[in-house]
């Protein structure tokens, strides 16, 4: 049988079509996010301690939830939120990141919490440094070749730390464990072995930083080169763009072979020229954690 991931308040629930089963006695019921904690870190060795009418309605997934996803580069009104409720069960939210380019779009922790009591799931976006080889923010992924790329390791680093920070501050439950955050990597304008190693190893300190969270990439299936990043550590999920003829069916990334990611560990981004209740958005369908 194969299972998806939801997450909610800390609880990781393995859901499948028609069964929901919890690794402990909590409901299965969409609750409001836990408020804002107090847990601080300090080093990286922290995270390891526990301290639309575009949209069809009436998609149910697995775990009763719409797969059907949207996210977009500006803040989204409630009320735009209560008018897209009935065809999307989620949205990708920014969070913050030096390069993020939509300051606008970061969420409150009020809007998050009225959005998940409204039924919504979220998918936190993080924007860090994007590849030396792509035309996309200030920041970008040192290519300095030394003792393995040590230095693009370290900035994964860093960009988690920020990350799981933003997170915390924004009331998400990381104390718990097992919230997905995704890190943002835009699609290369050219591409070189340098570049290719170094957003490697970036993703590598990106993914072992977070080992008690859902670390993800989010980038073009073939233009951001998610297929290279199968490393150990390798994210726990992918979220990829590519507009094949607008199918959402996100096993269907390709160059991605098919054995990647393969276990509930997808989303694809399948339009970025989707529309309703007055906005545009790109258009999502999930098989992977959502929060």
Partial sequence: MKLGTLV?????????????????????????IIGKGTETLTSAESYA??????????????????????????????????????????????????????PDAFPTESWIDTVISAGWYVEPIWVGPQSTCSRYGPEKISVDSYNNYQ???????????????????????VADGGVPIVDDIESLTSNSLACDAAEEAFVRGWDATLPRQLPAVYGSSGGS????????????????????????????????????????????????????????FDCDYEDAPLY
Wanted: with cysteine.
């Fill in 8 to 32: 909610r308040g800390g609880v990781l629930a393995l859901v499948s079509l028609g069964m929901i089963g919890l690794m402990d006695a909590s409901s299965s019921q969409h609750t409001s």
């Fill in 49 to 102: 301690t526990p301290a639309s009418s575009d949209s069809p309605s009436g998609v149910v997934g697995p775990g009763g939830v719409n797969p059907y996803g949207f996210d977009r580069c500006s803040h989204t009104k409630l009320s735009t939120m209560q008018q897209l409720k009935p065809n999307f069960g989620w949205i990708g939210i920014y969070i913050g990141g030096g390069d993020a380019g939509c």
């Fill in 151 to 173: 230095t693009a390791y370290s900035q994964g680093q860093n960009s988690a730390h920020h990350a799981y920070t933003a997170l915390l501050n924004d009331g998400f439950s």
């Fill in 225 to 280: 080169y998610l297929a290279n990043l199968t490393g150990s550590p390798a994210p726990a999920f992918i979220w990829g763009a590519n507009y094949n003829t607008n199918n959402p069916d996100p096993s269907d990334l390709p160059p991605i072979p098919s054995q990647d990611w393969d276990n509930n560990q997808r989303i694809k981004q399948y339009s970025p020229t989707c529309s309703g209740a007055g906005i545009t």
